[in-house]
């Protein structure tokens, strides 16, 4: 009994993935690319297919050799199935922000290679294929799209560099977008015999582009918010799921920009802000899935597309061999032209690093074709107004030169990269291969020899394996050439990038605990991440640099003050204080931690001389900090305390279910008992997610009534003053008013630390001074710029406010000449803090100058140590 209908396509789509199985392994062993593999089983699959329906004796199989030659999807039904699901996922496993150094090479490749592809193939063609240009340009289109699925799955395979591996990912994203917009553009010329006009097509072009970026990004983002909203891990994997089709159907069929874009910017979007917006495990498990739903898809793309490949090639002649040999020459040389011509313009430009020449010899022979080109060559075969000679031209042309550089470039890319020695070590990370191992095969060679005898091994046992390990570790320590092979420099540069990653790693596993915020944990997590990319490109500069951005205020910050000061609404201001609370004290922790991966981890790797400078700098982080943190809990000691009490009960908490979880991997309970436990667990995590209350105004009429400035004033005027006093908290190097302006408002330092420059000295404002009382009182100008030095907390009160009180309270006059004549003489020093001494507060505020300033400033001490 024949198998047919929908049961025919199912077992077909089932038997297809066990096919898809079996080629993974075999094309391991074979040391064969799994895309070239499949093209081939693909092939040989629709011929036996075509050959069962041609033969009596294999009647049985007719259904699903029909569902195999005639797959109920045409062309537009297999790009819209498949194509969002490998673009989204592309995307999602992108580095964005190590991608963004690379923009303008992947921009190159992606869409001027594209383009430049297109008109060479197109115009190699013209004067041989006896066919329109316009047709010519379309096949040249059809042709022009990469597949880097295999060639990534070489370069990953044989540990080929991860930057090469990153540009050809990087291509993939929009390449796909350019083909698709530049044949969408061709293809009714050819049916409907419309002329192009190059300026609409250009514009036509550049919108879709753009406006699909938009589409992207917005859809991108709203989708973190609905993510943010449902916290569920099942709701939030199935956003995901849905998010490609839902944006590419959107831009492709309502908004008429490219989908494909679209897909990449949305995924994009989420490799950015997911991490830092879904739990780790759930994020982990989302890129498993993915991982898994793109295998299924990519492989049956190419198993799918490559079962058409007889068909598309039927009739063909020798000539048409000689018009594939053309285009294909055509398509490498115009490739050529575009890595060797045109990425040392963006090398000399800087507007990208340069590729060195292995590279490009690569990227040149790699720039496979596959899933794609033939589903465009297979569009234009079922378009019933596309005339016959035209559809077999393209057809074959587009399915040899796909079978070509799959046969032979994909064939031989791993001996070319294998030649070229790109799956070598760079030799910082070969110096690193020696120092690491030889420190820790002693170490694993002293605790197997304890273990050993811990556990009643004989010595004969024992011996052998232990001095194969000490044999190793000493052939690695006389290799190690670690001290020779970096520089201090280079050294310092390697430390901060380590120290930076872990720190990512240590906020990602700080970030399964509920009821830390996600912003917070977002802004960390940013921050760290720009201090990798800062070490990595400009040393300690651009890692100190991120560390200056984390605790500046940010722009919602600086948006929520100017809303409390000049409209008088507090909720902003006190929601954006809460969470820069929160985000100090994680950051305070993690730098504790940090130190002490910086001592016990790197020192040993990296010598004592460079985890000397590295400690300076991390010493350097810390005190600004605690600063930031203190100046904080002088004011909001309550909420300090209680806040600190939140974020360890949630610490506590998560021993506690890595204990019920150990128990039960140890048989110690039984999965009912783990169950009750973890639920009760979960139960008091709950009460822990609810946001804490933050009262931005507590304390401020204590901190005016205490304030000598203010002493002698009835407790109902300092109440009203209370009321109408508003708070500014600056950073270091902050603008407090500039040198001519008119001073609006008058500043008491509650805490902090601000200085100017007039008349050739230096004036120090500490804690309890006024800064603008005179010039409020007497209408002068700033007479000198005045900036923060440390991080602080001011009251401000306009000068009309200010004026009217000393009319009304002239006590408040004779308190501010009786501070000025006790600073006179000399009798009240400047303090940072109430308490603190001149002496801490001028050590305080040369550590954040330190801290932030360029290396070519940094003291002779320092300079020696680098």
């Not at 194509?83 to 090479?105: C, K, M, S």
């Not at 992947?106 to 060479?120: C, P």
């Not at 209680?642 to 506590?652: M, V």
């Not at 997610?689 to 300092?718: N, T, Y």
Request: charged share 20%.
């Amino acid at each position: 009994m024949a198998v047919t209908g929908l049961a025919a396509v199912l077992l077909v789509i089932a038997l297809l993935l066990v096919v898809v199985s079996t080629v993974q392994p075999i094309a391991r062993k074979l040391e064969l690319s799994e895309t070239v593999l499949l093209a081939i089983v693909g092939i040989i699959i629709g011929s036996l297919a075509d050959v069962a329906l041609r033969s009596s004796h294999t009647s049985a199989f007719n259904g699903i050799a029909e569902a195999l030659l005639d797959f109920p999807l045409n062309s537009e039904e297999f790009l819209l199935i498949f194509l969002p699901a490998l673009v989204f996922q592309g995307a999602l496993a992108i580095d964005v922000r190590r991608l963004a150094h690379e923009t303008g090479t992947v921009l190159l490749l992606a869409v001027v290679a594209v383009v430049i592809a297109t008109a060479t193939i197109g115009f190699a063609l013209y004067p041989f294929a006896q066919m329109p240009l316009v047709v010519c340009l379309l096949l040249g289109s059809i042709v022009a799209t990469t597949d880097p699925s295999a060639v990534a799955g070489i370069f990953r395979d044989i540990g080929a560099a991860t930057r090469l591996t990153r540009l050809v990912e990087g291509e993939a994203l929009l390449n796909d977008a350019a083909a698709i917009s530049i044949f969408s553009i061709l293809l009714p010329s050819v049916t409907l015999h419309k002329a192009i006009h190059l300026g609409d097509a250009l514009i036509s072009f550049v919108v879709s582009f753009v406006g699909a970026l938009i589409v992207g990004v917005v859809v991108g983002r709203l989708t973190l918010v609905m993510m943010s909203a449902i916290a569920s891990s099942a709701a939030e994997i199935t956003l995901t799921v849905a998010l490609p089709y839902v944006v590419y159907i959107l831009s492709d069929e309502i908004l008429g920009v490219s989908g494909v874009v679209a897909t990449a910017a949305a995924g994009l979007t989420l490799s950015v802000y997911g991490p830092s917006t879904i739990r780790p495990q759930t994020w982990l498990f989302l890129n498993q899935l993915w991982q898994q739903l793109v295998f299924w898809a990519g492989s049956l793309v190419f198993v799918l597309a490559s079962m058409l490949v007889p068909r598309l090639l039927v009739g063909m002649t020798r000539w048409d061999w000689v018009l594939i040999l053309i285009a294909s020459v055509a398509g490498l040389a115009a490739r050529a032209a575009v890595v060797f011509g045109m990425l040392p313009l963006l090398a000399w430009t800087r507007l990208s690093p340069p590729v060195p020449t292995p590279f490009k010899v690569t990227m040149v022979w790699g720039g496979l074709r596959g899933a794609i080109t033939l589903a465009l060559a297979l569009a234009v075969t079922e378009n019933e107004h596309v005339s016959t000679p035209v559809a077999h031209f393209i057809g074959i042309i587009a399915t040899g030169f796909v079978l070509i550089t799959l046969l032979v470039n994909g064939t031989t890319l791993r001996s070319l990269v294998l030649f070229l020695k790109l799956d070598r070590l760079s030799p910082i990370d070969e110096a690193m291969r020696h120092q690491v191992l030889s420190i820790g095969l002693g170490n694993v060679c002293a605790r197997a020899k304890e273990l050993g005898d811990a556990l009643g091994f004989s010595a004969d046992a024992t011996r052998s394996v232990v001095d194969h390990l000490a044999r190793r570790a000493e052939e690695e320590q006389a290799a190690n050439e670690f001290d020779r092979a970096l520089s201090d420099i280079q050294r310092v540069n390697l430390a901060l990038i380590t120290i930076a990653s872990q720190e990512r790693s240590m906020l990602l596993d700080l970030f399964r605990m509920q009821g830390l915020s996600r912003r917070v944990m977002e802004t960390l997590l940013r921050s760290s991440e720009a201090a990798i990319d800062g070490a990595r490109l400009e040393g300690r500069l651009g890692y100190v640099r991120a560390l200056r951005k984390r605790l500046s205020p940010s722009l919602r910050f600086k948006a929520a003050q100017w809303v409390h000061n000049h409209l008088r609404l507090d909720r902003p201001l006190m929601l954006c204080m809460a969470e820069r609370f929160e985000m100090l004290m994680v950051a305070h922790f993690i730098s504790i931690s940090l130190t002490r991966f910086m001592h016990e981890r790197l020192e040993p790797t990296l010598g004592s001389r460079i985890g000397e400078i590295v400690a300076e700098v991390l010493s350097r982080q810390r005190k600004l900090l605690d600063e930031a943190l203190e100046t904080l809990r002088l004011h909001y000691h309550g909420y300090a305390e209680a806040l600190e009490n939140r974020i360890f009960r949630q610490i506590a908490l998560r021993l506690e279910s890595e204990e019920y979880t150990t128990l039960l991997s140890e048989s110690l309970i039984s999965d009912e008992l783990s169950r009750e436990l973890l639920k009760e667990l979960e139960r008091r995590r709950h009460r822990l997610v609810k946001r804490m209350s933050f009262d931005l105004r507590s304390g401020i009429e204590d901190r005016l009534k205490h304030a000598a400035i203010f002493k002698g004033l009835p407790g109902a005027e300092l109440h009203d003053l209370a009321t109408t006093t508003s708070l500014r908290f600056v950073a270091p190097q902050e603008v407090i008013c500039r040198k001519g302006r008119k001073m609006r408002a008058i500043y008491f330092i509650s805490a902090g630390l601000a200085e100017s420059h007039v008349a050739g000295a230096d004036v120090l404002y500490g804690a309890g001074d006024l800064i603008g009382a005179q010039e409020a009182l007497h209408g002068w100008r700033c007479p000198g710029t005045i900036r923060a030095v440390q991080f602080g907390h001011f009251m401000v009160i306009t000068a009309s406010r200010f004026q009217r009180l000393i009319e009304d309270y002239p006590v408040v006059l004779e308190n501010i000449q009786n501070i000025l004549r006790k600073r006179e003489a000399g009798e009240r020093p400047i303090a940072l803090l109430p308490g603190a001494n001149r002496k801490v507060d001028e050590d305080a505020g040369k550590d954040a100058l330190m801290l932030l300033a360029p290396k070519s400033q940094l003291p002779p001490s320092s300079e020696t140590k680098e």
